[in-house]
């Protein structure tokens, strides 16, 4: 597995472990607000799976997708999306890598973008927010909360 397969599957995986968490959640503990970010675990969620989407469609040179309305934001819809927008930013990803368009620009919210400065981006904007998730996760006590690093989630893939 290269660098590229380990930062995606790492991406999706920690996303889906926090997500799984918030089953147990009601309505009012997911839109709970918190000082920090964007203040409930529903909003951060959006947020971060629509990045996923959006800088998927933009790295893969399609049109940006529409963006989903309020039923797509519960927790086994976001896990879909979630599922859909990490296969999607992997295929894109990959056709990056293996013609080595790194370095490709376009035109992308407002000014050129690279094409490894998008996927990039991607995956550190998941885990600037995932450090949100994870402070307001445990201000509702939940427990048992991944730690979110790569070298766990390969320890639990075997490798």
Known sequence: MDLLDRLLGHDVWTTRELLERCRPLSDEEFDREFPIGLHTLRRTFTH????MEAWSDAIGGVPLREKPGPSETTVPALRRRLDRAGEDLARAAR????RGGWDERRAEVGSEKTSGGMIAHVITHSMH????LIFMLRELGVEDLPEGDVLSWESQLGG
Do not use: F, G, K
């Not at 971060?48 to 990045?51: K, S, T």
């Open 95 to 98: 056709d990056v890598a293996d």
């Open 48 to 51: 971060v799976i629509w990045n």
């Open 129 to 132: 927010h995932r450090a949100q």
